[in-house]
């Protein structure tokens, strides 16, 4: 008989740190400001919501297994080969099955040290080891990414923009990344914020993945898309990278609903124009009202900035969490980054954004 008295985990499963998500609750706010999750400020398309309240009566059909249609309309959009896209119960959901697929015991996956955690918490899941590279003034440093490189690296990860960071690398710079890895490492180039990016040296991914069988990029339509709650994402890689998704992914991982909606709000060009708008005027207007205050804001290309608190007694980065969810507005720690004197604040309507600063200028005034 077995000395063994309960299941056990594969190796690595119980190290996983799980991850934790922004707070959604302030106690004594039925609804509370939350600036916690990079959720779109706008809210969800017209469209979409039309599209997800339209299959109400369709919920005991199963869904398109193999999301034809919101493959072809992103094909269609992006102008991609629809059968290299596979799509994910959000963009989480792909990195985790990239790693499973890639990476096993033995393995190392390479990502910059602010990079987004999911990372570290899908190799580790998958028994391989994590490996972080320092960053260069909260920036992926590509030499040191390079460095971190050995034989026993499988995969990259690279957020581009990084969050919670919200910096960016030009596209100039991927590309001397990518020259500089072997063909047997995969480079997985998260874009989930690639819609609110406004300059010109930046491109999502797509060139890479379209001269390359190393290279997979990631999107999702948690965020300008505003369809968090429905578990969206999507994956473009080589021929043999999506054939690699399409056998490990369940055969159902994308809800009808979830289709459907992702369909409309691709397709409502407009609302994205107007969430891409909004987040081009509130964005630089908080970096600049809070940098008014006396916080280090960090340049942000995203839909988020991370602001650093000067870490006195009784106004680190964690009292200013307190105060502002006192006063039912909530922000992100992100010590879990290694950025314990910073907070990360989503861009939100602008009565949450003017909200935030007043309670900010309160709090550093010890009000
Ligand atoms: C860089 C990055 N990648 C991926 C995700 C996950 O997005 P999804 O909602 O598609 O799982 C997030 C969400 O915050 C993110 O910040």
């Not at 994910?88 to 096993?104: F, W």
């Not at 995969?186 to 300059?199: C, F, G």
């Not at 600063?357 to 010890?366: E, N, T």
Request: hydrophobic share 45%.
């Amino acid at each position: 008989m077995s000395a063994v008295v309960a299941p056990t985990p594969r190796p690595g499963v119980l190290e996983v740190e799980p991850y934790r998500g922004g707070e959604a609750g302030a106690p004594g706010f039925a609804r509370p400001i939350r600036l916690a999750s990079n959720e779109s400020a706008l809210g969800p398309s017209p469209r979409a919501m039309a599209a997800y309240t339209a299959l109400a009566g369709e919920l005991h059909r199963y869904p398109d297994g193999g999301a034809d249609a919101l493959r072809a309309a992103l094909a269609r959009h992006h102008g991609l080969a629809a059968e290299r896209i596979v799509c994910g119960n959000g963009s989480d959901e792909l990195i985790g099955l990239l790693t499973k697929a890639y990476c096993g015991p033995g393995d190392e996956v390479v990502y910059s040290r602010h990079g987004f955690l999911m990372y570290p918490i899908a190799a580790t899941a998958a028994g391989a080891k994590p490996v972080t590279a320092p960053e260069r003034d909260l920036t992926v440093d590509v030499d040191a990414l390079l460095k971190a490189i050995n034989r026993r690296t499988r995969i990259v990860f690279l957020a581009n923009p990084n969050n919670p960071t919200g910096t960016y690398l030009s596209s100039d710079e991927i590309k001397r990344l990518h020259a500089g890895l072997p063909k047997s490492v995969l480079l997985v180039i998260d874009a989930a914020y690639a819609e609110y990016v406004q300059r010109n040296d930046y491109e999502p991914g797509v060139e890479l993945v379209e001269a390359n069988r190393n290279v997979v990029m990631t999107r999702t339509f948690s965020k300008i898309y505003a369809l968090g709650g429905l578990r969206v994402g999507w994956a473009y890689g080589s021929a043999e990278i999506a054939d690699v998704l399409n056998r490990v992914r369940a055969p159902f991982n994308l809800n009808a609903a979830a289709q459907a909606a992702a369909v409309a709000a691709l397709q409502d060009v407009a609302a994205t124009d107007r969430a891409r708008e909004h987040n081009d005027i509130w964005r630089p207007w908080l970096a600049r009202e809070l940098a008014a205050l006396g916080l280090t804001v960090n340049p942000s290309v995203a839909n988020f900035i991370i602001a650093r608190f000067p870490g006195t007694s009784g106004k680190t980065a964690a009292d200013a969490f307190e105060f502002l969810k006192s006063r039912g507005i909530l922000t992100r720690k992100i010590a879990g980054y290694q950025l314990p004197d910073w907070l990360r604040i989503s861009i939100g309507t602008e009565e949450e954004m003017r909200a935030v600063v007043q309670a900010c200028a309160d709090f550093l005034r010890g009000s």
